[in-house]
């Protein structure tokens, strides 16, 4: 694997390991997951690419492969779904981590070849099937493939189940994607080329900027596929094996990272500028009692410093927000207060003294483990477009 990866992948296993009591335990049990799944992909990078065909009913990706692999591999019907379970197609030299992925994904139908050494398919169920355990299956084992080929017609070319919760929000993650306009036999000559464009100024405003896209007919009904050696020749000989593979674990890096920092809302800043606003509530709270110990100051304050725990407990995220309101009900800032006028005659600087004591420290505490989540995780973010803009440019 990729030094640069790993590395980086050290530094995201320490931001999830400081995210407890920040994210919620489901999204930092994903975030480990994801993380773990990466680090058990060693030996595969510069491997063999693993690419999802992914489409709609119809768009033909069984017949794709099968036009790839010179043989029906997989099978092809009119019954509508027919692909039920992933088909992975791959090397008969592939390395122990193309195993591992494929068990990872639970991915048990396998067929070897000899026809790309450093390609492996897998056919996945179609997208917009009336079998909604096909779109989960495909939606789980999406963001763990290196490369997706997305098949489409020209019938279904503009579907917007296919644009809209597909395609639209990872045209961030370009680099991993391929598109074949399939069925181009069932189209006049001239409307082959008008097709296409049209799929490219889709996908553009997708957000994709440089969408690739082969014009192919798999399974023609009269004569022999077409396009299918341009797409092979692509596949043997430009795709860049290990460059596509390390692009997508950076890109799922990021994506770990961005989902960690937002669930515990750490993006505006780690601390909140707690230093500076504790200071002023306590003071403030402090000078009004050393002036008037009843029971009015005492009100005034405990609503000053109740509504700055209940302002932190918003703006550091609900995971950390909760545990703040059960750590610091209104009876430990109302014995707080008391213990701030311990004595008589108290002078400000005292009940400051003693508030901070009470409040401030174990509030401190809090925050600045927040702060220390939040600092590693910028880090890991800024090493992760560090690392992205040295790949780009290699």
């Given amino acids: 694997m990729n030094r640069g990866v ?93 195993e591992r992925l494929l068990d990872d994904l639970e991915i048990s139908q396998r067929v070897l070849q000899d026809v790309l ?36 017609d020209p019938e279904k070319y503009h579907d917007e189940i296919l644009h809209e919760d597909f395609l639209s929000p990872l045209a961030a993650f370009e680099e991993q994607f391929l598109f074949a306009l399939n069925k181009i036999d069932r189209l006049s000559v001239p409307d082959v080329e008008v097709v296409r464009e049209d799929l490219v100024a889709s996908l553009r405003h997708d957000g994709f900027k440089q969408p690739l896209v082969f014009a192919v007919a798999a399974n023609p009904d009269q004569g022999e596929a077409k396009g299918i050696d341009q797409l092979l020749e692509f596949l043997s000989e430009q795709v860049d094996v290990k460059r596509v593979a ?63 725990v209940a302002a932190l407990a918003v703006e550091v995220g609900p995971t950390l927000g909760n545990r703040l309101r059960q750590d610091f009900p209104s009876d430990r800032i109302e014995q707080a207060v008391s213990s701030g006028l311990a004595d008589e005659g108290n002078v400000a600087a005292e009940i ?31 090493a992760t477009h560090q690392l992205r803009a040295r790949h780009l440019t290699n």
């Fill in 117 to 152: 050494t450093t390609i492996a398919f897998v056919d996945l169920p179609d997208i917009d099937s009336v079998a909604d355990w096909h779109r989960q299956m495909v939606e789980s084992l999406l963001p763990h493939v290196d490369a997706v080929l997305w098949v489409v």
């Fill in 246 to 308: 390390i692009g997508k674990a950076i890109n799922d890096i990021g994506a770990i990272l961005t989902e960690l920092g937002a669930s515990a809302e750490v993006w505006n800043g780690g601390f909140v500028d707690f230093e500076l606003r504790w200071h002023h509530a306590r003071d403030l709270s402090a000078e009004e009692l050393a002036k008037d110990s009843g029971a009015a100051a005492r009100d005034d304050a405990l609503c000053r410093l109740e509504d700055f």
């Fill in 352 to 382: 400051a003294n003693r508030l901070e004591a009470a409040l401030g420290e174990p509030l401190h505490q809090l925050l600045w483990r927040r702060a220390s989540f939040a600092a590693t995780l910028a880090s890991a973010v800024v």
């Fill in 6 to 98: 790993l590395e980086l992948i050290d530094t995201v296993e320490l931001a999830i390991s400081r995210s407890t009591g920040h994210s919620p335990r489901d999204v930092i049990t994903e975030a480990q997951r994801r993380t773990d799944s990466l680090r058990n992909r060693k030996g595969h990078f510069g491997d063999v690419l693993v690419v999802a065909l992914a489409g709609g009913t119809g768009s033909g990706k069984s017949s794709l492969l099968n036009a790839v692999a010179g043989e029906d591999v997989a099978g092809v019907s009119v019954l509508r779904p027919h692909t039920q379970t992933p088909l992975a197609w791959i090397p008969v030299d592939h390395s122990e981590g193309v």
